[in-house]
């Protein structure tokens, strides 16, 4: 099998509401899907949708580099292509992971598997999926209830986004409407100094907290163990772990669980393989998207079902989007679904 087109599709999606964290608001997800053709008439998809804020390079930077690497693949076999985008020392993530993507898709169509078994061939094809609620704005309840109604029983939640001393009393309000076995997963994108973390930290101690990400705007080794060892719930590092180094974070176990991005991480690959090095650490990972098209999230589903775990991932973010380049895989019950007979991706444009 040869590679007979390559080709980039810009696309920009409205969000329903503005997505706000500690980084900031965004109201789109721009991007860019790498299309490959084969000569046996496969078509494999990647999604570049760089987000500087979650990790990963500028956009500019990803357009330029996906203008040099697309034309070295016409005429090349997707396993030649990837072994050479191994070697390359690709430094931009978000198209890496594109093209990462657009190669395992055509190579595992070939073969007849979805994506997810060419990383682990054991895997189930259902996993745990987490809510997605947003920031504790005036009509957090309501996207609690519906949340729950649908069988969620993780619900993420966005802190970070006031002082600390006013989301506890929110947080301690909202755990009064939980159902029995519903717990909340914060994410702090990086917002504290260490009093504050901590001071948050402290106030959670008898609320049904599932995990806490990104808690400091200096992730320092030191100040992270601390933190985990007075929390009774894992601290959890994300877009940090581009400035953290890897080989102490593991040794060390600095915190209890890892969140593994693609596109930020640079496919679903090396996030595999960090999450088995995690493991043999000691440690949990969830794989989750930066809000991405359905071609990302269809990348973070099949890394989320090869971890084979039962943790919720998150997973669940295109109903965000007013609009996307495809359709998503179901969700039942809280869990997301793959097709037993789908082959790669499993992706199928509305472009075209």
Known sequence: MRIAAAQLIPYRLPLRHPWRSAHGVITHRCGWLVRLVSDEGLIGYGDCAPLPAAGTETPELAFEQLQVQLPSLLDNDPQGALSSLDESGFQAPAARCALEIALLDLLAQQ???PLARRLNPNSALSVRANAMIGGLADDVGARVEAAQAAGFTVLKLKVGLA???IEVAQLRRLAGMLEAGV???L????AW?????LAFVEGLFDLPIESLEEPLAQPEIGQLQQLQ?????PLALDESLARIDIDTLLRKMVVRRLVLKPMVLGGVRPAYALARRAALAGMECVATTAVDSAVGVLAAVHLAVALDNELAHGLATSSWLLSDVGSVPRLESGRML????MNGLGFHAKLE
Not at 338 to 341: D, F, I, Q, V
């Open 229 to 233: 060892a007075l929390a009774a719930f």
């Open 183 to 185: 717990s909340l997963r």
């Open 187 to 190: 994410d702090a994108n990086g």
């Open 163 to 165: 002082e600390p001393k």
């Open 338 to 341: 793959l097709n037993a007979h």
């Open 111 to 113: 073969t007849g598997l």
């Open 193 to 197: 100094t260490s009093a504050q973390a």
